[in-house]
């Protein structure tokens, strides 16, 4: 896990709430009152999703692909002709789809291929961000 640093955010409204309940002598909020602590446990909600997004986020995986890969693998998986002939194969291909595995397709994010214009991307991509591509190339094929 990653420290998102919100721990501070976490604790602070709790502590605001219970000074505020024993200065009033009671466990009672006014709706005002409630309204201030919940604000920013909110915000920390919010921000905490921003943060951490899970694999299962396809949207920032299409997103990252047609950011750093489509302009060589093409938009759908497809590279255009020029591409094409440098040897980047179609993740549309059934065949490829059938006979590369998950770890492979990570393999190649991360390590690049050697002597091709394929870069290692370790450095440029999370973990999340890696295993949410291979996923999304998965998408890519025709299916089943
Ligand atoms: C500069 C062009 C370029 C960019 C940008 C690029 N690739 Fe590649 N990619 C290639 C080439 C060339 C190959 C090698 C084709 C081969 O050897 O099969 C390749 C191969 C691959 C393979 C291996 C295919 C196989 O045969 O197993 C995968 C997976 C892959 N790329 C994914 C990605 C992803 C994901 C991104 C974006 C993060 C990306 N590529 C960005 C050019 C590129």
Redesign the pocket.
């Known amino acids: 896990m990653r420290n998102t640093g919100n721990s501070a955010d976490w604790t602070t409204p709790a502590q605001v709430l219970e000074n505020e309940g024993s200065n009033e002598g009671g466990p009672f909020m006014t709706s005002r009152r409630l309204a201030l602590v919940a604000a920013p446990v909110l915000t920390a909600l919010a921000a905490a999703a921003l943060a951490a997004p899970s694999p299962a986020f396809g949207a920032d995986a299409a997103a990252?692909?047609k950011k750093?890969?489509a302009?060589?693998?093409g938009k759908e998986g497809q590279p255009n002709k020029i591409?094409a002939k440098?040897?980047?194969?179609s993740f549309k291909d059934a065949e490829?789809q059938k006979a590369?595995k998950d770890a492979?397709?990570e393999e190649?994010?991360r390590m690049g291929?050697k002597g091709?214009?394929?870069?290692s991307?370790e450095k440029q991509?999370s973990d999340e961000e890696v295993t949410a591509?291979v996923a999304y190339?998965r998408t890519l094929g025709p299916g089943e």
Request: aromatic share 14%; with cysteine.
């Open positions: 990252v692909f750093k890969c302009p060589c693998h591409f440098q040897g980047v194969r490829w590369t492979q397709i190649s994010i291929k091709t214009m394929m870069a991307f991509l591509l190339i």
